[in-house]
């Protein structure tokens, strides 16, 4: 069983900065692809962006540029880090990880394709 844990959500202003953390236990042996998404009340689970065992990324077109996601492999923890926050990056912000090939993690995954994920945090943007 993996488990994932989510922190660092909280409430800035527009323009703010926000640090999330993803900490991995249990059977993580594997786990080559971790995603992070965010969902809003009443919509789907959106894809935020994704990183492969390798470092590679890949983000949605509505944070790229502002989002970085990176790795601390002997830590099991994934970060994403948010600068240049805009109200509708308001939501619940999840991580997920599973084993998926390089290719595909990178490639715009949908939630659907993860199997392992963290309960969430919440990221508030104010104006």
């Known amino acids: 069983e993996v488990l994932l844990v989510e922190s660092g959500g909280g409430s800035v202003q527009t323009g703010g900065s926000l640090r999330l953390s993803c900490a991995a236990s249990g059977y993580t042996t594997g786990l080559n692809c971790m995603g992070w998404f965010r969902q809003t009340p009443g919509m789907e689970r959106e894809r935020v962006g994704a990183?492969?065992?390798?470092?590679?990324?890949s983000y949605a077109e509505s944070v790229k540029g502002r989002f970085t996601i990176s790795q601390d492999n002997p830590k099991n923890t994934w970060y994403l880090q948010m600068n240049s926050l805009k109200p509708e990056d308001t939501a619940m912000y999840y991580c997920?990880?599973?084993?998926?090939?390089?290719?595909?993690?990178?490639?715009?995954?949908?939630?659907?394709?993860?199997?392992?994920w963290g309960q969430g945090t919440q990221v508030t943007v104010s104006l």
């Open positions: 997920a990880a599973d084993s998926i090939p390089s290719r595909a993690c990178t490639a715009g995954l949908r939630a659907h394709a993860f199997h392992n």
């Open positions: 990183i492969d065992a390798d470092g590679v990324t």
